[in-house]
């Protein structure tokens, strides 16, 4: 999926697309993508985590996950 899309939230919203489609690499890309343009992102912390998650990276969904909580703990 190429959406042309530019911007953190843009990619956000992709990377939760992506992963809900199933193509959980595609999804850790743009996510990855999103917290370099904004790396207080909370929610592309917590996506980021349930598509490692998904992929088996257990290690990597903990510390995704428990940086979303760094950020945002409610």
Not at 25 to 50: C, H, K, M, W
Request: proline residues 3%.
């Amino acid at each position: 999926m190429h959406l042309g899309l530019g911007g953190a939230e843009a990619l956000e919203e992709a990377g939760a697309l992506a992963y809900h489609m199933g193509r959980s690499e595609e999804s850790v890309a743009l996510l990855r993508r999103a917290i370099e343009q904004d790396p207080l992102s909370a929610t592309a912390y917590e996506n980021l985590g349930f598509a490692y998650r998904t992929l088996g990276r257990l290690l990597d969904a903990e510390q995704a996950l428990r940086k979303a909580l760094e950020i945002s703990p409610q």
